[in-house]
């Protein structure tokens, strides 16, 4: 309960500190505001993937889990299996969360992305079907969730998601090296500090001037706190942008050092 409170509190603490989009006087970051967080249009696209979603939470059977992140809360170690609606319903992004990285690919249209745990591939398909011309490589841990997941790319028809299943930390760096350079990297898996810091910093190193960096959950725990303030002071970051949930950075030589906090 004291973790519940304390996480409102500090979700309370930011909407005060939230900016209006008539105080952005950078028009890099109006127009991520206007095309991104306040473009209201529900995209056909976004019924199809909330039908897997219901279809998901209507599973009752059980799957093995495995699970090589931060220790989940709704999933104890001592949980080996779990009903599908169950993970559906605790794992995988939100539709709010899916909508918001469709309309961020659709406006800045990456060629190459790489995300970082796949869970049933909500998030995958609301980026693939964002932008239809971008390769998403997508790794998760659980080999029982993966193959739910690829089922579902198939279902959709999605042949621009290639899923990996393994380790982070032993198919990142192969996948790096494939790609040479990475548009857009969403984090979404192994929610601790010095796991997602390792996973910037071997990115930072295949970024261009247009790649963007997405962070679930930046103030899940103290340690992902503490990650998010390492990368948004980080001298490669130029504009970084905390939405409670969720921490996008831009790279873009052009820009000024800037550091916003945006409703979402």
Same mark, same amino acid.
């Given at each position: 309960?004291?973790?519940?409170?304390?996480?409102?509190?500090?979700?309370?603490?930011?909407?005060?500190?939230?900016?209006?989009?008539?105080?952005?006087h950078?028009?890099?970051?109006f127009?991520?505001t206007?095309?991104?967080?306040?473009?209201?249009?529900?995209?056909?696209?976004?019924?199809?993937?909330?039908?897997?979603?219901?279809?998901?939470?209507?599973?009752?059977?059980?799957?093995?889990?495995?699970?090589?992140?931060?220790?989940?809360?709704?999933?104890?170690?001592?949980?080996?299996?779990?009903?599908?609606?169950?993970?559906?319903?605790?794992?995988?992004?939100s539709?709010?969360?899916g909508?918001?990285?469709?309309?961020?690919?659709?406006?800045?249209?990456?060629?190459?992305?790489?995300?970082?745990?796949?869970?049933?591939?909500?998030?995958?398909?609301?980026?693939?079907?964002?932008?239809?011309?971008c390769?998403?490589y997508?790794?998760?841990?659980?080999?029982?969730?993966?193959?739910?997941?690829?089922?579902?790319?198939?279902?959709? &028809?999605?042949?621009?998601?290639?899923?990996?299943?393994?380790?982070f =930390? #032993?198919? %990142?760096?192969? @996948?790096?090296?494939k !790609?040479?350079?990475?548009?857009?990297?969403?984090?979404? &898996?192994?929610?601790?500090k010095d796991?997602?810091?390792?996973?910037? =910093? #071997?990115? %930072?190193?295949? @970024?261009?001037?247009? !790649?963007?960096?997405?962070?679930?959950?930046?103030?899940?725990?103290?340690?992902?706190k503490?990650?998010?303030?390492?990368?948004?002071?980080?001298?490669?970051?130029?504009?970084?942008?905390?939405?409670f949930?969720i921490?996008?950075?831009?790279?873009?030589?052009e820009?000024?050092?800037?550091?916003?906090?945006?409703?979402?």
């Open positions: 309960m004291f973790e519940i409170l304390k996480y409102i509190f500090q979700y309370l603490f930011h909407q005060l500190k939230v900016r209006s989009k008539y105080s952005i950078s028009p890099f970051v127009n991520f206007k095309y991104v967080l306040n473009d209201d249009i529900q995209y056909p696209d976004y019924e199809q993937i909330e039908k897997v979603r219901k279809d998901l939470l209507s599973r009752a059977r059980f799957i093995k889990r495995v699970d090589l992140g931060a220790r989940s809360l709704s999933f104890p170690y001592s949980q080996r299996f779990a009903r599908v609606r169950d993970i559906a319903k605790k794992s995988s992004v539709s709010k969360k909508q918001f990285l469709y309309k961020l690919v659709k406006h800045y249209k990456p060629r190459c992305v790489i995300e970082l745990g796949t869970a049933f591939g909500i998030s995958s398909m609301y980026m693939a079907m964002g932008y239809r011309n390769h998403i997508t790794i998760e841990g659980c080999h029982d969730t993966i193959n739910i997941a690829t089922h579902n790319f198939s279902r959709l &028809g999605l042949g621009n998601i290639e899923e990996i299943c393994g380790n =930390d #032993e198919v %990142l760096p192969e @996948i790096l090296k !790609t040479g350079t990475v548009d857009l990297v969403f984090i979404d &898996g192994n929610h601790k796991a997602t810091l390792r996973y910037f =910093d #071997e990115c %930072l190193n295949h @970024i261009q001037n247009n !790649t963007i960096f997405v962070f679930d959950d930046i103030h899940w725990s103290a340690g992902m503490t990650a998010w303030e390492n990368i948004r002071q980080h001298p490669s970051v130029k504009v970084s942008i905390d939405l949930t921490g996008v950075v831009f790279f873009k030589k820009l000024s050092k800037e550091d916003f906090i945006l409703r979402f």
